[in-house]
């Protein structure tokens, strides 16, 4: 991150550990200012649009309170949220980072197995 970045952030009385979060991320997923906004945009946008969706899915399905209303939000915010990360990631010019991300997630979590 740009010197004059993280200064603005002290500057303004931020606690400048939050400027630091944004340069761990940058070395964590090896990007530049620029391409950090961009992730972070994509993260933002992507996870709106599924809380959108989501929400039009459960009144289609005219599911609207009770007990069933959580269990069946949280299963279709985690389908739709990689998806709309992806979409959102191709006009953003993303779309690399973020598929190379979703894979780890998947291997991570035992859904997509190793190679090797």
Request: hydrophobic share 50%; aromatic share 16%.
């Amino acid at each position: 991150m740009p010197f004059w970045v993280v200064r603005s952030f002290v500057n303004r009385g931020l606690n400048p550990t939050f400027a630091a979060m944004f340069k761990n991320l940058q070395k964590k997923w090896k990007v530049g200012p620029g391409q950090l906004l961009l992730i972070l945009c994509t993260f933002a946008i992507g996870g709106s649009i599924t809380g959108y969706f989501g929400r039009k899915i459960m009144h289609i399905l005219d599911i609207d309170d009770g007990w069933l209303f959580l269990p069946v939000y949280i299963i279709i915010i985690t389908i739709l949220w990689p998806l709309m990360v992806l979409v959102i990631s191709i006009p953003l010019g993303q779309y690399r980072f973020f598929s190379g991300y979703l894979k780890k997630i998947g291997l991570r979590m035992g859904f997509i197995k190793s190679k090797n």
